[in-house]
């Protein structure tokens, strides 16, 4: 292969790509807070404004992180190529990449790296998206779609989910006639709940000519379904997200990959302008990234690892008579509290417990992170006992002086 390429894609287009990344976070606010760059200083804008950080003992499932973090063999594969530094290695891309398109058999030039799911995320909505190309998404799911969106001037069109928490591919047919962008999360974040393939599929099919269907494969590791990469060998117009945040624990290490055919992902290009900066892939990362890959005791380990917790919490809440939203395939599920989200966070956070956001579709749940079985332990008694409060509790005068807690997101993180 020649050294100039990365899979196909020449190292100048490819560092146009990733670079488009870095000149969006200039020109578009959206895109700014969601990168891990300006993560940090909108932390320490917020924490200058009375904001604590989270106590050293505090349970944090409120993010979508894996506990586990990286695996062993990422670790070692960081340790040998982090001596490596102080030079670019271009060809540990490429290895990655190699690795990857070998996996799901394909295409060349049919994927791309980033640091990280978030930025490459905006950068697929954002290409598509306008004042005369809207977007239609599932209601509730990942905030990124409508946020783009807005960023973009595009209108935006929710779409309830099913009754089994799938997204209503044939309402979101429905929902405008010539949309630039349809968005599913598949598994869904925040209920965790699966879109049928075949459901995406016929939307695929069905869908006017122009308009691409986006979905978000970030959980997908957890699932027992097969994942829609194939269409994107099948040249649909689709564009298919994943991330090495989640079942592979490298939410702080910032690796990701976009699959879609070379003319959408060019097509990234237009959104920022020329580039102005870079904003690739460390070489650790890199390689931490095709570790993960070749690790391959290590995806089914978790998996087991994270729906055995996620069972056996979610069979103690059902037991003892709270509400939660069956089907998860994720590292997350959505319960019932019974008074606004916010009110029982602050509830959870007096327990040392950081429970996930609540959505506007369904103000009474909280997203619920699947932790370590000890910290789901700790949150089933911190939850019982929030649960036996009278509603309002929280709100009462001694919150009027409890400092306001920086409860971390995956909206900063990818």
């Given at each position: ?107 060349k030039d049919y994927s791309a790296l980033f640091p990280g799911s ?297």
């Open positions: 292969m020649n050294s100039d390429m990365t899979q196909g894609v020449s190292r100048r287009s490819f560092l146009r790509i990733v670079g488009a990344a870095s000149a969006a976070a200039t020109s578009f606010p959206a895109f700014a807070a969601m990168t891990p760059a300006a993560a940090p200083a909108g932390q320490t804008a917020r924490r200058s404004r009375g904001m604590q950080a989270l106590s050293a003992d505090t349970v944090v499932i409120s993010s979508n992180e894996n506990p586990l973090g990286p695996a062993q063999s990422a670790l070692t594969a960081i340790c040998s190529m982090g001596v490596q530094g102080g030079r670019y290695h271009w060809d540990e891309y490429v290895k990655t990449i190699d690795v990857f398109n070998g996996e799901f058999g394909l295409k978030s930025g490459p995320l905006d950068l697929a909505l954002m290409s598509n998206l306008g004042p005369d190309k809207p977007l239609v998404y599932g209601d509730p799911s990942y905030e990124q779609g409508p946020r783009a969106a807005e960023v973009m001037k595009a209108p935006k069109y929710p779409v309830p989910l099913t009754g089994t928490y799938a997204h209503d591919v044939k309402a979101m047919l429905k929902a405008h006639p010539a949309p630039g962008a349809y968005y599913i999360v598949n598994p869904n974040n925040p209920t965790g709940t699966m879109t049928p393939k075949e459901d995406i599929v016929w939307l695929v099919n069905n869908k006017p000519k122009g308009s691409v269907v986006i979905i978000d494969e970030a959980y997908h590791h957890f699932s027992n379904d097969e994942s829609c990469i194939d269409l994107v060998n099948q040249d649909k117009d689709v564009i298919v997200m994943r991330t090495f945040s989640k079942i592979y624990g490298m939410a702080g290490l910032r690796a990701g990959f976009v699959v879609a055919r070379p003319d959408l992902i060019e097509r990234f290009n237009n959104v920022g302008g020329p580039s102005q900066s870079l904003a690739s892939v460390s070489i650790t990362s890199a390689a931490a990234a095709r570790a993960s890959l070749q690790d391959k005791d290590l995806v089914p380990l978790r998996k087991k690892i994270n729906g055995d917790i996620r069972t056996e919490t979610v069979e103690f809440l059902t037991k003892h008579g709270y509400k939660v939203i069956q089907g998860s395939q994720g590292n997350m599920f959505m319960v019932d509290v019974k008074r606004p989200g916010k009110e029982f966070q602050n509830a959870m956070l007096k327990e040392n417990v950081a429970v996930g956001r609540t959505w506007s579709a369904m103000p009474n749940y909280v997203r619920v992170t699947v932790g370590t079985k000890a910290e789901m332990e700790k949150f089933q008694t911190a939850f019982v006992k929030c649960m036996d409060m009278p509603a309002g509790a929280a709100n009462g005068a001694a919150e009027l002086h409890m400092p306001e807690f920086h409860v971390p997101s995956e909206l900063y993180r990818g």
